[in-house]
């Protein structure tokens, strides 16, 4: 039996990625941090474990000995200045700190979840033969995702035997945190506005798949994205109103207006110290067109990018509302949505 060692088990894609090795066979340690809610990763078969990124000794204690697979999903994903110093902590030391651990440890195979955001915002559809260009201290996430896939470098050149995945925005099950946050916004009608940008949407399962096929296939120190449907965030924002039986949106916010409401939630956060609803960095993500193609892991692991969107976001309303986390919903019938 093959074991494996997950960091951010307690997350949305790390269980889906708990739940497709369970599935093959393999033996799971999740690693979480101290007060975190195991509960998912527990019920989907993880063996539990505490540690910490930044904390090498708790790494060491937590790493099994010679595990076959280290699988790094755990990311901070804030998109704040307020959590810069934390998210670099997090996202690059953290890093650098399981790379060097694991090459330590003589584990098989590291498969680091990084992000299409390491390659920053370009013009054009992004592959892995693309510059990363995500340089700009002022965006936290990206400019940290792109050193943390260096920091894990340094240790390749040391030995280490670590493949990269890329994905763009991962949508299914197990969220209650990322896009499942849209959800709740058109549910008790809340919703400030529909963005006018673009991005590529990729099922979770299908991501938490290509990490499996990434250590079983993927090529060291190599990159693979992992895009999916492309569709504007008016088409996105639509289907989840379609799915809930609410309005559908039929306009966009203005660029302009985005970026204002940023800049003035900033400057109020600076005040508040807590972080607001639409911050500068989300403001230029939202309203930018950030796509990608994923031609390199379809022929190389088998990557399944085809998931129609309304399949992937019917899959993760479905969960919400066996969570009790969705409420006062439509009823399907035919095909169609009524109240």
Same mark, same amino acid.
């Given at each position: ?39 998912? +990763?527990?019920?989907?078969?993880? &063996?539990?474990?505490?540690?910490? *990124? #930044?904390? !090498?000794?708790?790494?060491?204690? $937590? ?84 050193? +943390?896939?260096?920091?894990?470098? &340094?240790?390749?050149?040391?030995? *280490? #035997?670590? !493949?990269?995945?890329?994905?763009? $925005? ?84 203005? +660029? ?10 900033? *400057? ?72």
């Amino acid at each position: 039996m093959k074991h494996a060692f997950v960091t951010g088990g307690t997350g949305f894609l790390g269980a889906n990625l708990i739940e497709q090795l369970i599935a093959r066979g393999w033996r799971v340690t999740a690693m979480h941090r101290e007060g975190s809610d195991t509960r998912l +990763a527990k019920s989907l078969g993880a &063996e539990l474990v505490p540690g910490s *990124l #930044d904390d !090498v000794e708790s790494l060491t204690s $937590a790493v099994p000995q010679g595990v076959d697979g280290v699988f790094h999903v755990a990311a901070n994903t804030s998109m704040w200045r307020g959590g810069r110093e934390q998210q670099w902590r997090d996202n690059v030391v953290g890093s650098a700190n399981l790379a060097r651990v694991s090459r330590q440890k003589q584990a098989g195979r590291v498969v680091v979840t990084s992000s299409i955001s390491a390659y920053g915002y370009q013009k054009q559809p992004i592959d892995e033969q693309s510059p990363q260009l995500a340089d700009d201290p002022r965006y936290g996430y990206l400019y940290t995702k792109k050193r +943390a896939e260096l920091a894990v470098r &340094e240790e390749i050149e040391k030995g *280490l #035997d670590a !493949v990269f995945l890329n994905p763009c $925005a991962i949508v299914g099950k197990y969220d209650t945190g990322s896009w499942a946050q849209t959800f709740f916004l058109i549910q008790d009608g809340k919703l400030p506005g529909v963005p006018p940008g673009n991005g590529s949407f990729c099922h979770a399962a299908e991501v938490a798949k290509a990490h499996i096929a990434a250590y079983e296939k993927g090529r060291t120190g190599e990159n693979y994205i992992l895009a999916g449907i492309d569709a504007s965030f008016l088409e996105f924002f639509g289907e989840i109103a379609h799915l809930l039986g609410q309005p559908v949106p039929r306009r966009t916010t203005p +660029a302009a207006v985005i970026h204002l409401v940023g800049q003035l939630s900033d *400057l109020i956060a600076r005040f508040t110290g807590e972080e607001p609803r639409i911050t500068p960095e989300k403001a230029a993500l939202i309203t930018r067109r950030v796509t990608a193609s994923c031609d390199k892991a379809r022929r190389e692991l088998g990557y399944r990018s085809d998931v129609p969107l309304v399949e992937m976001l019917r899959e993760s309303r479905d969960w919400l509302i066996e969570q009790g986390l969705l409420t006062g919903l439509a009823s399907e019938k035919n095909g169609e949505v009524s109240a």
